[in-house]
């Protein structure tokens, strides 16, 4: 199976829908092979556009339309220190990785991005996967509650963006805080069904102006300041 030309084509897809809209993101969807961060079994269906569950673990990687969306209303920057919670596969991370500091630039661009992960079986595959593609040196999976954030409770401002995987039924407090101002987080909120994608930029220190920018339906996040099952 050719995965770079499906790889393309799902570029090209996203490209004419008005998902991808900038070039940063357009060069990380090209670099990253997705079909290195799916399940084996699910392999085949790496660039369809649709979720994929990840094994038996009921997490899943999202479809690459939602996912083009988050990193556009990310406005992620070469150099940002982004906080990530859920880990899942690793995919997301990459990318983002590839955005605040690309394979080819310059070593000065010292962009990390840290993914925060519950599921030990999750911490071991994205560990894994990100090794073995190159971006382990970009991104490190922890595992926690990432409801409370990492370090957990840390009141520090620590991060210029924090995008969530998964539905809160709220921002949770701690990553709030954890967020630099002008900074901005991404996170699905709503319930167990449905959510809509929130954008919430800190312009003072506990002030945040938050926007509402789709629909959609995740997975949710447990944790201590999330859902609890």
Sequence with gaps: MDYLLQRRRMVE???????IKSKEVERAF??????EFVWQSARHL???????????TGQTISAPHMIAIMLEELDLKQGSKVLEI??????????????????EGKSSDMGYVTSVERVRELIDFARDNLA??????????VIGDGTLGYPERSEKMLYDRIIVTAAAPHIPVCPRAQLKVNGLILIPVGNTFAQTLVKATKYEQNKMKVQEVCGCIFVPLIGEDGFRF
Excluded: F, H, Q, W
């Excluded at 859920?86 to 394979?103: D, Q």
């Design 86 to 103: 859920g880990a899942g596969s690793g995919y997301n991370a990459a990318l983002m990785a590839e955005i605040v500091r690309p394979t």
């Design 13 to 19: 897809r996203l490209l004419r829908s008005g998902m």
């Design 46 to 56: 790496a660039y369809d556009d649709t979720p994929l569950p990840l094994g038996t």
């Design 30 to 35: 090209l670099k990253v092979p997705r079909e």
């Design 132 to 141: 073995r593609t190159g971006y382990s040196d970009r991104v490190s999976v």
